[in-house]
């Protein structure tokens, strides 16, 4: 692909002062710069991103259960569409776009649901979306994954995925675990749902700040809201700087700094980061109020079409399968022993109840039995589908396994990471 580039300048100087009196305006210039190459590596696979589609989706035909193995016919895209849940119809694309009213001038607003309208015509600026406000971690998260490009911020997790699926976006940047929080697995069951393929990973270090209107001294916030992780991660903290202060649950870290400007809420403080406080005009009572340094999130990198994994880097694939009925959970063992055996690293092993089977029967005739969990497995593992050992061991794997599915191979994200604050968050 030839590589283009361009440029994105807002002034939100006008916006912002008319919405937040208090905020002080910057110009903000974001710029676009992307590039896709074609590599040819060994082993068999390939030298196209053709030929790593079509490698995939081999690797991932084996997703008939025994109700339906017999009747699964047709193309391979179609054996694609049911490995993720989806049947070529499943997706409503005509839907209408619609003008939000009574909206205020200022930021840019989240997408919506009612947004996801057909792909329109656009330039080359690389649009990456996200889910939160303008502030949020994600946004960071997105600036740090593609630094020169277009952020667009997305009201929920469903709707960045649908945003890229429709060509709203090009590329989605969203988190699957946290070192203190664990994972989140509202996305992990929509990589699963969705048709998008992992391209990359970063992680952004949690820098919490206590934010509030200018003028305001800690000793008169009387509530504090924020994300619940935020305030668990923060509670130490908290106790401290505002004892009389109750704790109250918000549905987003940047939404709350935006809630307690657009208000004007002189008795309210908010847990978000440093970016927030800028865009939204407050003040920063406290720095680095997180109980531990250590604090840091990972985030996945998503695309319309899978990279072609390479052998000069260091590089992390991440699977999601399922056990054959007659192997049961016992099946995590073999795999385990797959991967052992080649000298592979697992880097994360997360379960999830399978949605299509939840429970089964167990037992001597079914008298007297009792329900186990069915579950679906994802699994990281340190090495490229470039290689012949990894590609052996998800051979091995695809015998113990109902269906098998490669959500990507990507580079691994080698960065090291600072618990200062960032530019970006």
């Not at 208090?22 to 696979?45: L, M, Q, T």
């Not at 607003?109 to 994600?138: C, I, K, W």
């Not at 985030?299 to 007659?326: H, N, Y």
């Not at 007297?368 to 052996?392: C, H, I, L, P």
Request: aromatic share 8%.
């Amino acid at each position: 692909m030839q590589a283009v580039s361009s440029t994105f300048s807002c002034d939100l100087k006008s916006a912002k002062n008319a919405r937040y009196p208090h905020a002080n305006g910057k110009r903000v210039s974001v710029r676009c710069s992307y590039r896709s190459e074609s590599f040819s590596f060994p082993n068999g696979i390939g030298s196209s991103r053709a030929d790593w589609q079509s490698s995939c989706a081999i690797l991932s035909s084996k997703v008939a259960s025994a109700e339906n193995s017999s009747s699964i016919t047709g193309s391979l895209a179609d054996q694609v569409a049911a490995v993720n849940g989806n049947s070529n119809d499943s997706v409503n694309l005509s839907l209408v776009p619609s003008e939000p009213k009574n909206v205020k001038p200022g930021l840019i607003q989240p997408l919506t649901n009612t947004d996801l309208s057909p792909a329109p015509s656009h330039g080359s600026t690389l649009r990456v979306a996200y889910q939160g406000v303008p502030g949020a971690y994600s946004e960071a998260a997105a600036g740090k994954a593609y630094p020169k490009s277009e952020a667009i911020p997305c009201d929920q997790f469903d709707v960045a995925f649908q945003a890229v699926e429709l060509w709203i976006a090009d590329r989605a940047v969203l988190p699957v675990e946290n070192s203190l929080g664990g994972s989140i697995h509202r996305n992990y069951d929509l990589l699963l749902r969705h048709r998008l393929h992992i391209v990359g990973e970063v992680q952004i270090p949690v820098h919490h700040c206590l934010l509030a209107l200018p003028g305001v001294r800690p000793d008169q916030v009387r509530r504090v809201i924020s994300h619940p992780q935020a305030l668990a991660q923060t509670e130490g903290s908290l106790n401290r700087l505002t004892p009389k202060a109750a704790i109250e649950a918000f549905h987003d870290r940047a939404a709350a700094a935006e809630y307690i400007a657009t208000n004007n809420l002189r008795d309210t403080a908010a847990v978000a980061s440093a970016r927030a406080a800028e865009l939204y005009g407050l003040q920063i009572l406290a720095d680095g109020i997180q109980d531990d340094a250590g604090n840091v999130t990972r985030f996945l990198m998503l695309a319309r079409d899978p990279i072609i994994p390479r052998t000069d880097r260091p590089f992390k694939t991440s699977i999601v399968f399922a056990a054959q009925e007659r192997e049961g959970t016992s099946v995590l063992f073999k795999v385990l022993s797959a991967f052992a055996f080649r000298n592979i690293s697992l880097t994360k092993i997360e379960s999830r109840p399978h949605q299509n089977c939840p429970v089964r029967v167990v037992g001597d005739g079914g008298v007297g039995a009792g329900k186990q969990f069915e579950y679906t497995f994802y699994v990281d593992f340190e090495a490229s589908m470039a290689e012949a050992r990894a590609q052996n061991a998800l051979s091995e794997v695809q015998e113990y396994t109902s269906f098998l599915r490669v959500l990507g191979s990507y580079p691994m994200d080698v960065t090291p990471w600072s618990t200062l604050p960032s530019e970006d968050a």
